[in-house]
């Protein structure tokens, strides 16, 4: 910081140029003490083959999926793409930590540059990428927050692909413009449970204003994909493949903290699924295990969704109508329907496989809160910072101002670095609510869980 008389002069961004965009994926698994148990077939219960996937994906993202390399490299046409908006500036967060009177050093890496305002475009690219180069005509997909689908549906008119999107019903009622992005991509968007699945037949039946869910969803995508032969299927979250991806975000952060020669104490993200936490911090991990630096990372999960603070690590299936394989990952249990909370990307029953793998390890923690903290850290942030996040990292953002308030209780500096992972434009009615006293902290019962915890299959 420099005094220049009037203006006090702090570096806000810190920013790369193109040309020092990593140029290669980190694939976490290979420097984990144990690989994470492999998915399983439903039917025989062995581990699922490439051939078992292979109606869905495309045979590069089988083999990113299951691959022993330490490393993938990226296509230079994906590279090329990412130029688009990357590398995605990480911030020092100089007037929220005023505000708070810390002596604590926020970072924040932004991804919400990125053509869909998220993280969400890092894996959606790649994924068209090899859908195209497969010969694939349609990707069908799920989404929440509707940021995966304008992602997807955004990289599919770059590469030449249909996209077909089913947008979880609570989200599609409160994010209209969201549906209308992924027109614009010209992608088709179905409000789920719809009447044009099994799947959603199912679950209308039960309820006709069904507020959906990401299982459901997930289930209506891929029982149309697996019944069209020129269709695939693309997931946003959880799988192997869209974690790695994801990774550009940790790689840039590192090359980031390292110009000003900061190393941190706390890496914290938000987890749905689990990808943009992996992406920030597993190459931090991969620093930590190699005993380079000793940040604690932590993942903050909705207290109304709470897969690794109250899920058990079991089997079980990745969507609700049980047509994936079978996963070992933490699970509320596929049948159970999060309430309608507005962080709608968090609305997940499980998480990552791998993910869940590390808790297990102990690498990393997990806490969970309630959705008023998070927009009240939410609301400061975007009043001293400028940006209004989206609805899930505000549960990042939660944690953040608890450490820093936690660190100026001891009197210590600590380096804070969290993932904005989008920004919230397009959610401005949960801040609505929020602003209008309207927002409640949903309490679930042990009772709720223990009724979908019994939908778990028995492996
Ligand atoms: C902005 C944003 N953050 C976070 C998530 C949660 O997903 P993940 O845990 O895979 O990052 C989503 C998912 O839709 C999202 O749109």
């Keep these: 910081m420099a005094d220049t008389g009037d203006a006090i002069v702090h570096q806000h ?24 148990p492999p998915p399983l077939h439903p039917g025989t219960l062995q581990p699922v083959g490439p051939d078992d996937l292979a109606p869905l994906f495309p045979m590069d993202l089988i083999l990113q999926e299951v691959t022993g390399e330490r490393f993938v490299d990226i296509p230079g046409e994906v590279l090329d793409v990412y130029r688009l908006w990357r590398p995605s500036p990480l911030y020092r967060a100089h007037r929220l930590e005023k505000a708070l009177d810390t002596p604590a050093h926020i970072y924040f890496k932004y991804e919400g540059v990125s053509p869909a305002g998220s993280h969400k475009p890092n894996t959606a690219v790649p994924q068209a990428y090899y859908n195209a180069k497969a010969g694939v005509r349609r990707i069908t997909t799920e989404t929440g927050a509707g940021q995966w689908g304008t992602a997807l549906a955004f990289a599919c008119a770059l590469f030449g692909l249909e996209c077909e999107v089913w947008q979880v019903g609570a989200s599609y009622d409160q994010k209209p413009y969201r549906k209308l992005m992924i027109e614009t991509f010209g992608g088709t968007v179905h409000r789920s ?3 044009l699945t099994e799947a959603g037949r199912a679950q209308l039946k039960v309820d006709p204003d069904h507020p959906g869910s990401l299982g459901i969803a997930i289930s209506e995508a891929v029982e149309v994909a697996a019944q069209s032969p020129d269709t695939n299927y693309a997931l946003g979250s959880v799988l192997n493949h869209v974690l790695l991806h994801q990774t550009v975000i940790g790689e840039e952060a590192l ?12 890496v914290v993200g938000c987890t749905g699924g689990g990808s943009n936490f992996a992406g920030l911090s597993f190459p931090f991990l991969r620093e930590k295990l190699a005993g380079r630096m000793s940040p604690t990372i932590l993942a903050v999960e909705p207290a109304s969704c709470p897969s690794l603070t109250r899920g058990v690590y079991a089997y079980d299936f ?35 496989p791998l993910m869940s793998h590390v808790y297990e390890l102990g690498l990393i923690d997990a806490v969970a809160i309630a959705q008023r903290e998070c927009f009240e850290a939410a609301v400061l942030f975007a009043r001293t910072e400028g940006i209004v996040p989206a609805p899930e990292p505000t549960h990042a953002l939660a944690a ?17 670095l969290t993932a904005l992972c989008g920004h919230g434009l397009l959610d401005l009615t949960a801040y609505e609510a929020y602003l209008d006293g309207r927002m409640v902290d949903e309490e679930v019962p042990d009772a709720r869980f223990a009724e979908s915890l019994a939908s778990i299959p028995q492996v």
């Design 400 to 416: 953040a101002v608890r450490e820093a308030k936690a660190a100026k209780e001891r009197g210590e500096p600590t380096v804070i």
């Design 318 to 352: 990745g969507d609700t109508a049980g047509m994936t394989p079978l996963l070992k990952m933490h699970t509320l249990g596929h049948d159970f329907v999060p309430d309608p909370i507005h962080a709608g990307g968090l609305r997940y029953h499980g998480m990552s």
């Design 13 to 36: 961004k810190i920013v790369l140029d193109e040309s020092e965009m990593p140029t290669r994926w980190y694939n976490l698994i290979p420097d984990l003490p144990a690989p994470p």
């Design 255 to 266: 090359l980031q903290l390292a110009k000003v020669g900061e190393t941190p104490d706390l």
């Design 193 to 195: 449970p719809s009447a």
